[in-house]
Nanobody, 126 residues
């Protein structure tokens, strides 16, 4: 059974940093584009960042560009999201996802992704 398992969430003060990890199990995801999304209470799930299978093509939402970095280690079959200069508005549940239909041009649309993790909570508060 395919699973995506996120970790690394937690509570941090504004200006702090966290690194999220996503480790798939049950299947190798190194050949496919992957992404990070987030959902705050009362809001729709929104795109955060996406990466091609080879790590060359990176996309970010305007709200996180310059603060967050998406990366992957295909040898470890792991996806990362380094989050710096965190703001209270970054508070949300963060999800990783894999798109089996894409390799080189990752999508920003949640509906294009096939499998999702259970999510990890990130809370930014003083």
């Amino acid at each position: 059974q395919v699973q995506l398992i996120e970790s690394g969430g937690g509570s941090v003060q504004p200006g702090g940093s966290l690194r999220l990890s996503c480790a798939p199990s049950g299947r190798t995801f190194s050949r496919y584009a992957m992404g990070w999304f987030r959902q705050a209470p009362g809001k729709e799930r929104e795109f955060v960042a996406a990466i091609s299978w080879d790590g060359v093509t990176l996309y970010y939402s305007d709200s996180v560009k310059g603060r967050f970095t998406i990366s992957r280690d295909n040898a470890k079959n792991t996806l990362y999201l380094q989050m710096n200069s965190l703001k209270p508005e970054d508070t949300a549940i963060y999800y990783c996802a894999v798109d089996f239909g894409r390799r080189y041009d990752p999508s920003r649309k949640p509906t294009d992704y096939d499998y999702w993790g259970q999510g990890t909570q990130v809370t930014v508060s003083s």
